[in-house]
């Protein structure tokens, strides 16, 4: 069965860290180009950050540049997305992936997608 699960979710303090992980099952996470994205309960979606599997260059959102940080785990096949300086504003669900293309073009299609992982950033 082919899914993208994320994990590493949870309450965190604000200026705390998260460290979140996107793994596959049935297909292997490095062949493709990952994106993050959050979601908040009525607004839109926002994309985060991608990773390239060609080369591992990145692109990041101005609202978590310098905050965050995406990298691949190719130990492990996952793709972890480190926060830190976490701020009440970044609470919502994040989710991971991909179009099942390799590069980050900044016009990728995502067509499929994990469950999501709450992260909630609260004193």
């Known amino acids: 069965q082919v899914q993208l699960v994320e994990s590493g979710g949870g309450l965190v303090q604000p200026g705390g860290s998260l460290r979140l992980s996107c793994a596959a099952s049935?297909?292997?996470?490095?062949?493709?180009?990952i994106g993050w994205f959050r979601q908040v309960p009525g607004k839109e979606r926002e994309e985060l950050s991608c990773i390239s599997s060609s080369d591992s260059s990145v692109v990041y959102a101005d609202s978590v540049k310098g905050r965050f940080t995406i990298s691949r785990d190719n130990a492990k096949d996952t793709v972890v997305l480190q926060m830190n300086n976490l701020k009440h504003e970044d609470t919502a669900i994040y989710y991971c992936?991909?179009?099942?293309?390799?590069?980050?073009?900044?016009?990728?299609?995502?067509?499929?997608w994990g469950q999501g992982t709450q992260v909630t950033v609260s004193p």
């Open positions: 049935g297909f292997t996470l490095g062949y493709y180009a």
């Open positions: 992936a991909t179009d099942w293309g390799r590069l980050c073009s900044g016009q990728n299609e995502y067509t499929y």
